[in-house]
C-alpha cells in the first residue's frame, strides 16, 4: 500500500499532496476541539500500534506492498475519519523520512489512500451499517472495506500514472488486500470489543448513546 516514489506522476501526486495537506489542516483542527487530556493516551497507543503493524510488508506484484491499515480502528473508536488521518498521517511521515517506507513524493498520496480513504470509509461504513447489521458485524464489514477500497484506489491512482495497467493493478492491490483486510476486520473487532470490556468511556460511540 505503501507507495514508493517514481511510481506517480507529477500531475497526480501534486493533486494528491495538496488534498491531503487540506485533510490533514482539518485532522489538526478536529485535535483542537475534540481531543483532551484523557483520551490524547488512546491516540497514542494506536498510533503506536498501528506504526508497527504496517511494518509488516507484504510484496504486491508490480512493486507495491499489501498490509493492515488501522485506519478504520481509530476512526470508529473516535467516531471520527479526522482522528484516522492524524494519525495515519503521523505514522506515515515517520515512516517516509526515518525508514524508508513509501516515497516522499508519494507522501499525499499514501496519506490520502490510507488515512482519508481508509478513515472516512471504515468511519461511515460502520455509521451507515451500525443499526442493520449490528454493532461488530458493520465493524468487521466496515474494516474489511476500509482496506480493500484504499488499496483499489492506490491502483487506480498509479494506473493513471502509467505505473502498471488498471485491470491487473487492481485485481493483484485489491486481491490482496480482500485478503489482509479479513485480517484487518478481525483484529479491529478483538481490539474494540476489549475496549468496550474494559474500558467503555474510551468509545466515542458509547457516549453518543
Known amino acids: 500500500m ?6 506517480l ?8 499532496y495538496i488534498i491531503a495537506i487540506i485533510f490533514v489542516a482539518l485532522s489538526i483542527r478536529w485535535c483542537r476541539e475534540n481531543l483532551d487530556e484523557k483520551y490524547t493516551p488512546l491516540l497514542a497507543v494506536l498510533a503506536a500500534g ?11 506484484p508490480f512493486g507495491s506492498s499489501g498490509h493492515l491499515l488501522g485506519a478504520a480502528l481509530v476512526a470508529i473508536i473516535f467516531c471520527s475519519p479526522y482522528a484516522a488521518i492524524l ?9 517516509a523520512l526515518f525508514f524508508g517506507d513509501g516515497g516522499i513524493t508519494a507522501l499525499g498520496a499514501n496519506i490520502f489512500n490510507m ?35 484504499a ?12 505505473t502498471f495497467p488498471l485491470v491487473e493493478g487492481i485485481l493483484f492491490m485489491g486481491g490482496y488486500h ?10 479491529t473487532v478483538i481490539i474494540i470489543k476489549g475496549i468496550d470490556a474494559t474500558r467503555p468511556d474510551l468509545l466515542a460511540f458509547n457516549r453518543e448513546q
Request: glycine share 10%.
Open 115 to 149: 488515512g482519508v480513504v481508509g478513515g472516512f470509509v471504515g468511519y461511515y461504513g460502520f455509521i451507515s451499517l451500525r443499526n442493520k447489521v449490528g454493532e461488530y458485524p458493520s465493524i468487521f464489514i466496515a474494516s474489511w472495506a476500509a482496506c480493500f477500497i
Open 87 to 95: 494519525v495515519l498521517s503521523v505514522v506515515l511521515i515517520i515512516q
Open 178 to 187: 480482500a485478503m489482509i483486510g479479513i485480517i484487518e476486520a478481525v483484529i
Open 9 to 16: 506522476s507529477t500531475p497526480v501526486w501534486i493533486i494528491l
Open 2 to 7: 505503501h507507495i514508493p516514489d517514481g511510481f
Open 151 to 162: 488499496a483499489v484506489v492506490a491502483a487506480i491512482e498509479m494506473a493513471l500514472s502509467g
Open 50 to 60: 498501528i506504526f508497527a503493524i504496517m511494518s509488516f510488508n507484504l510484496p504486491v
